[in-house]
């Protein structure tokens, strides 16, 4: 995983859901396009629920198509 994504899980540990999705959107501009790791990760399950997660992901299905 890239790093951005293992600085998003600590930061949603750690309580801090807006740093976390700054975090993901950081990976996705480094190259991170793996939806079904962000479906899965169970650091990441309550960001799940936010709107600006599928907004993410919805961008990450876009540029892998």
């Known amino acids: 995983r890239p790093r951005d994504v293992v600085f998003a ?3 949603q ?3 801090s859901a ?12 480094a190259g991170f396009r793996n939806v ?19 907004t993410l992901c919805k961008r990450m299905r876009e540029i892998k198509a």
């Open 13 to 15: 540990r750690a309580g």
């Open 36 to 54: 079904d790791a962000l479906a899965s990760d169970s650091d990441l399950e309550t960001l799940r629920s936010r709107p600006e997660l599928e």
């Open 9 to 11: 899980r600590s930061a």
């Open 18 to 29: 807006d740093e976390a999705l700054a975090w993901i959107e950081r990976a996705i501009e």
